[in-house]
């Protein structure tokens, strides 16, 4: 069974940065794309970013210029770098791996932006 942890969300002032993470239980290679999702409260869950396994990266334009997908190999592990964060961006962020069309998921990291 396919594994994924999020880490490293928090309360951020806006403005600020955080830089999310995700360890995945088996070589990313084996999947088409790392992704980063959230969920805000009585929002659908929503695509932020993603890796494939060709090291392209995708954004959703809310976020571009501001956040960074990037993948250690060797750790099997995703990040999301999150730069001049605002108050819409609190949300649940929840990591996937991407095979064919099925999802697996991690169980999500809360990141809060408020003054």
């Known amino acids: 069974q396919v594994q994924l942890v999020e880490s490293g969300g928090g309360l951020v002032q806006p403005g600020g940065s955080l830089k999310l993470s995700c360890v995945v239980s088996e070589n990313i290679f084996n999947f088409n794309s790392i992704n980063w999702h959230r969920q805000a409260p009585g929002k659908e869950r929503e695509f932020v970013a993603s890796?494939?396994?060709?090291?392209?990266?995708d954004y959703t334009d809310p976020v571009k210029g501001r956040f960074t997908i990037s993948r250690d190999n060797a750790k099997n592990m995703v990040y999301l770098q999150m730069n001049s964060l605002k108050l819409e961006d609190t949300a649940v962020y929840y990591c996937?791996?991407?095979?064919?069309?099925?999802?697996?998921w991690g169980q999500g990291t809360q990141v809060t932006v408020s003054a």
């Open positions: 996937s791996a991407k095979i064919l069309s099925r999802y697996y």
């Open positions: 890796i494939n396994v060709g090291g392209r990266t």
